[in-house]
């Protein structure tokens, strides 16, 4: 449909600063007219929506290009956690169908505080020996408004502190997961506690078992190798909650961390 947005799955995570626009260019044939593209990254499926501004012409080709961050002349393209960019740039062509209805509004409303609230305590995370009580660990309170004000909203993870001053964030760039923020308010892609949950064993369990295969932009869950690739690169120590502890029975870690990450991309709003 001339009026839907264009979808890409990567196998990794990607440094958020080149989950952009400049990384993918739409153009007519023949004319080379742009389309302004916004784009919508989801960390949890490792999916980039770009829907263009204004709905595509019917009936006309265009040409997509995909950036090879090493080749670029400009130094645009998508490039992974770990550094690695496409193995080239790619570029397709297709034709838009005819006038189409408008296309439905696919986002979901975002989860208030206290949603995020209820569902941190109902899945461990908020306990009194975890994130809650007067001792939470590594000082990350999970269970009111002010803990998640005080210690988790735009604020530097323990475990991602290289520089010299812990107050200062980093949209992570060049070395990824340097200084990120606990919970970077409308970015949850640039969110420590965000790849903590993406680790467990028990959420890529079932994304796997919900993935419609027949989907090719399903979240499918990642695999144990790229868990592992992930912590040697940026996640110190294990994911949350860890393996061995699990989430409680009739809590869905899909729809947990989805709600959580929905939450941050509003804003982070609290209360």
């Given at each position: 449909?001339?009026?839907?947005?264009?979808?890409?799955?990567?196998?990794?995570?990607?440094?958020?600063?080149?989950?952009?626009?400049?990384?993918?260019?739409?153009?007519?044939?023949?004319?080379?007219?742009?389309?302004?593209?916004?784009?919508?990254?989801?960390?949890?499926?490792?999916?980039?929506?770009?829907?263009?501004?204004?709905?595509?012409?019917?009936?006309?080709?265009?040409?997509?290009?995909?950036?090879?961050?090493?080749?670029?002349?400009?130094?645009?393209?998508?490039?992974?956690?770990?550094?690695?960019?496409?193995?080239?740039?790619?570029?397709?062509?297709?034709?838009?169908?005819?006038?189409?209805?408008?296309?439905?509004?696919?986002?979901?409303?975002?989860?208030?505080?206290?949603?995020?609230?209820?569902?941190?305590?109902?899945?461990?995370?908020?306990?009194?020996?975890?994130?809650?009580?007067n001792t939470?660990?590594?000082?990350?309170?999970?269970?009111?408004?002010?803990?998640?004000?005080?210690?988790?909203?735009?604020?530097?993870?323990?475990?991602?502190?290289?520089?010299?001053?812990?107050?200062?964030?980093?949209?992570?760039?060049?070395?990824?997961?340097?200084?990120?923020?606990?919970?970077?308010?409308?970015r949850p892609?640039?969110?420590?506690?965000?790849?903590?949950?993406?680790?467990?064993?028990?959420?890529?369990?079932?994304?796997?078992?919900?993935?419609?295969?027949?989907?090719?932009?399903?979240?499918?869950?990642?695999?144990?190798?790229?868990?592992?690739?992930?912590?040697?690169?940026?996640?110190?120590?294990?994911?949350?909650?860890?393996?061995?502890?699990?989430?409680?029975?009739?809590?869905?870690?899909?729809?947990?961390?989805t709600s959580?990450?929905?939450?941050?991309?509003?804003?982070?709003?609290?209360?």
């Open positions: 449909m001339p009026n839907a947005p264009l979808r890409f799955k990567f196998d990794r995570w990607l440094i958020p600063t080149t989950a952009v626009r400049q990384s993918v260019s739409l153009s007519t044939e023949g004319t080379g007219l742009g389309v302004f593209l916004r784009p919508d990254y989801d960390v949890t499926a490792r999916v980039l929506s770009v829907r263009p501004d204004s709905p595509l012409a019917s009936n006309m080709v265009y040409i997509l290009t995909l950036a090879d961050a090493d080749h670029d002349q400009y130094g645009n393209g998508f490039r992974a956690y770990d550094g690695a960019s496409l193995e080239k740039r790619r570029s397709f062509a297709f034709r838009t169908g005819l006038p189409a209805v408008e296309a439905p509004d696919d986002t979901k409303s975002a989860a208030k505080c206290s949603e995020i609230l209820a569902a941190l305590a109902k899945a461990g995370c908020a306990s009194s020996n975890c994130h809650g009580g939470p660990r590594m000082g990350l309170a999970l269970d009111s408004f002010e803990g998640l004000e005080a210690t988790a909203i735009d604020h530097v993870a323990h475990q991602t502190q290289t520089g010299t001053e812990i107050s200062e964030q980093v949209v992570s760039g060049g070395r990824f997961g340097t200084q990120m923020p606990i919970i970077d308010s409308g892609e640039n969110s420590y506690l965000v790849y903590k949950l993406l680790i467990g064993s028990e959420l890529n369990r079932e994304m796997d078992t919900l993935a419609d295969h027949g989907d090719a932009f399903s979240p499918t869950g990642l695999t144990p190798s790229q868990i592992e690739d992930a912590r040697a690169w940026f996640i110190d120590f294990g994911p949350m909650p860890p393996d061995e502890v699990g989430y409680p029975n009739g809590v869905s870690p899909f729809e947990f961390v959580l990450q929905g939450w941050i991309r509003a804003g982070a709003v609290c209360p």
